[in-house]
């Protein structure tokens, strides 16, 4: 298509004037116009070409309808992105959500199951006037023996069996999990099951021995529980835990358990409570666990 041509002029006027007259060097000068009427009058000539849009898109051609599809395709996948983004967003909170219903149930209903055995044992056992000190004791010290134990035992199993024959199970613990639930809790349902038989038997019976057997199992209620928090909750995150984030030990404790899942000195730590004091005793570890206690409350302070 051909151009289009324009044209326009623009008169410019020209004055000149002459030099002072007279001899007079305190008068006042006056100035005289040699032609006030005497303009030049010169045209300015101005061409302006203009191209049409169809002209202008042959000229650019290629390389104009290449940056607009990069761009057009950057935006694109732009918003792809920021739509995957937010999907997964949403996913995470629901399944934090649905895990933090059940570890609240489950937490409430061990807990009032837990005080009620606990009540109606003793006050069943005590209704003909003596007192079961002997029991009492017994129940109450195996509750604490057997939660320390738990920490020893998980340790070992998490070791010769976790990472080792079971590890197609516990493996869904060291990736990414897909839902609110991985394969890897099957192991605190098998954990809860000799609780269970413990504490029935302990509280549908009487003497020394039902009552240890009712303390071993009150105690691995407990432990289950406090591994639950600390383990899911501060640890991984699953569920926020509150205040629990900010007792010192337990920073410590949910740094060496990340320092874990790391591999960084062969699987160590391989227990939870006891973690820290378990990087005690290898080289190196000590400094690892610091600066990961760091990243993690650097990490927590943006979160905030």
């Given at each position: 298509m051909a151009a289009r041509i324009s044209f326009a002029t623009a008169p410019r006027a020209t004055l000149r004037h002459a030099p002072f007259l007279g001899p007079k060097p305190a008068a006042i000068a006056s100035l005289h116009?040699?032609?006030r009427s005497e303009r030049r009058r010169r045209p300015n000539l101005t061409v302006c070409f203009v191209l049409e849009d169809e002209k202008l898109?042959?000229?650019n051609g290629p390389e104009a309808e290449e940056a607009s599809?990069?761009?057009g395709r950057a935006i694109s996948l732009a918003e792809s992105v920021a739509e995957k983004v937010a999907e997964k967003m949403a996913r995470k909170k629901s399944e934090r959500f649905t895990y933090l219903v059940a570890a609240v149930m489950s937490s409430f209903g061990i807990t009032s199951m837990a005080v009620m055995a606990v009540?109606?044992?003793f006050a069943w056992h005590m209704e003909g006037g003596e007192i079961p000190y002997t029991e009492m004791f017994g129940t109450f010290a195996l509750s604490v023996g057997a939660a320390v134990g738990m920490e020893f035992w998980a340790r070992w199993a998490h070791k010769a069996l976790w990472h080792a024959s079971l590890w197609h199970m516990h493996e869904s613990h060291h990736k990414p999990r897909e839902g609110p639930f991985e394969l890897n809790d099957v192991f605190a349902i098998i954990n809860a099951v000799p609780a269970i038989a413990l504490l029935s038997y302990g509280f549908f019976h009487t003497g020394l021995?039902?009552?240890l057997c009712f303390g071993a199992g009150l105690g691995i209620t407990v432990?289950?529980?406090a591994y639950m928090f600390v383990h899911d909750g501060l640890v991984h995150r699953r569920f926020?835990?509150?205040p629990i984030a900010e007792v010192p030990y337990f920073r410590r404790v949910a740094a060496a358990h990340q320092i874990h899942h790391t591999d960084k000195f062969d699987g160590v730590p391989y227990g939870l409570f006891l973690g820290p004091?378990?990087?005690e005793e290898v080289g190196g570890g000590v400094p690892e666990l610091e600066e990961e206690i760091d990243k993690r409350m650097k990490l927590s302070k943006k979160c905030r």
């Open positions: 116009w040699i032609s898109r042959a000229i599809g990069g761009v009540y109606y044992r021995v039902p009552g432990f289950g529980m926020p835990v509150g004091k378990e990087l």
